[in-house]
């Protein structure tokens, strides 16, 4: 199971192993207010990838085909992340306003398509 959180947001029970996926650090959070595992900021999409998106909806497939692309071309990156989601549940953090088009969610979409077709580890 992966849940996507809000870095804002406060850590609830059940959400397991917890992950910054952003690639700069959300301003105003302090570390231990996010009970992190971990900082997988190398899965972030890139900062021309994430400038040319700027959170538009409209951009959105093209954002997923061009991140999904990156993330191909990092598997050391994100095999370890799909190893922990199926240890148990995982939680995603991020910290963009936009709740419903951001990394957090592509990267899900992404990790939850290798579960589905046993690629991976």
């Known amino acids: 199971m992966i849940n996507i959180r809000r870095v804002y947001d406060s850590p609830q029970p059940g959400e397991g192993t917890r992950f910054l996926v952003d ?23 890139s900062d021309e990838l994430r400038r040319w998106y700027a959170h538009d909806p409209e951009h959105w497939d093209e954002f997923r085909r061009r991140y999904f692309a990156e993330l191909d071309a990092l598997p050391q990156a994100w095999l370890p992340l799909l190893e922990a989601v199926r240890r148990g549940p995982v939680t995603l953090l991020y910290s963009s306003r936009e ?19 046993g690629k991976g580890p």
Do not use: C, M
């Open 99 to 117: 709740e419903q088009y951001n990394n957090a969610e592509a990267l899900k979409i992404y990790l939850e398509a290798h579960l589905a077709t």
């Open 23 to 45: 690639r700069l650090w959300p301003r105003g959070v302090h570390r231990e207010a996010l009970a992190l595992d971990g900082w997988l900021k190398d899965l972030a999409p």
